[in-house]
T-cell receptor
Framework: GAVVSQHPSWVICKSGTSVKIECRSLDFQATTMFWYRQFPKQSLMLMATSNEGSKATYEQGVEKDKFLINHASLTLSTLTVTSAHPEDSSFYIC????????????FGPGTRLTVL | SQKIEQNSEALNIQEGKTATLTCNYTNYSPAYLQWYRQDPGRGPVFLLLIRENEKEKRKERLKVTFDTTLKQSLFHITASQPADSATYLCALERGKLIFGQGTTLQVKP
């Protein structure tokens, strides 16, 4: 099946710094990529939807100036957590979808962010 | 408001038995319903998708039913194995995926 990678798999940073997470579709072109956040024992919460070459669409309550999303190519999307704080510590997961005909989404392995 | 409910209590069953997980939803009319498996510290892995006009879908030992009148989906794993132990998430889609909180399945040998 299609493979989605994320880098890094885990990151620890100091409060106030910015962290960039990369999401790549390795063997297919993704017209749409999604970013989710998951806190322990909780569900995946959709943060934003991004289409290649367009501005991301953010879900209600997600600060677009804090979580910067760039989808510069059909195989790469990045999420930058700016001025990270301890409450931003979470498991960030991206997914990619090919068009809309096949609605299957392929998920990355996730990135564990810990902000000290 | 839209709500997806999965049994938050872990399901413990004996190897070889059939595991049945439930997903209920309210205030939502999904075009598709999907089931995913998630292992600790990993991203979800797609298992099955069922459309609103389908009643049942099978894949190997997995079976999913979808009752849009009851607003419920059942996910069955037959002849369960310890390797099936994981958290199973249901997700509804109409343009974007909305996930339930998942049910953890523990299959004991």
């Amino acid at each position: 099946g299609a493979v989605v990678s994320q880098h890094p798999s885990w990151v620890i940073c100091k409060s106030g710094t910015s962290v960039k997470i990369e999401c790549r579709s390795l063997d297919f072109q993704a017209t749409t990529m999604f970013w989710y956040r998951q806190f322990p024992k909780q569900s995946l919460m959709l943060m934003a939807t991004s289409n290649e070459g367009s501005k991301a669409t953010y879900e209600q309550g997600v600060e677009k100036d804090k979580f910067l999303i760039n989808h510069a190519s059909l195989t790469l999307s990045t999420l930058t957590v700016t001025s990270a704080h301890p409450e931003d510590s979470s498991f960030y997961i991206c997914s990619a979808r090919v068009g809309t005909v096949n609605n299957e989404q392929f998920f990355g392995p996730g990135t564990r962010l810990t902000v000290l | 408001s839209q709500k997806i409910e999965q049994n938050s209590e872990a399901l413990n069953i004996q190897e070889g038995k059939t595991a049945t997980l439930t997903c209920n939803y309210t205030n939502y009319s999904p075009a598709y319903l999907q089931w995913y498996r998630q292992d600790p510290g990993r991203g979800p892995v797609f298992l099955l998708l069922i459309r609103e006009n389908e009643k049942e879908k099978r894949k190997e030992r997995l079976k999913v039913t979808f009752d849009t009148t009851l607003k419920q989906s059942l996910f069955h794993i037959t002849a369960s194995q310890p390797a099936d132990s994981a958290t199973y998430l249901c997700a509804l889609e109409r343009g974007k995926l909305i996930f339930g909180q998942g049910t953890t399945l523990q299959v004991k040998p």
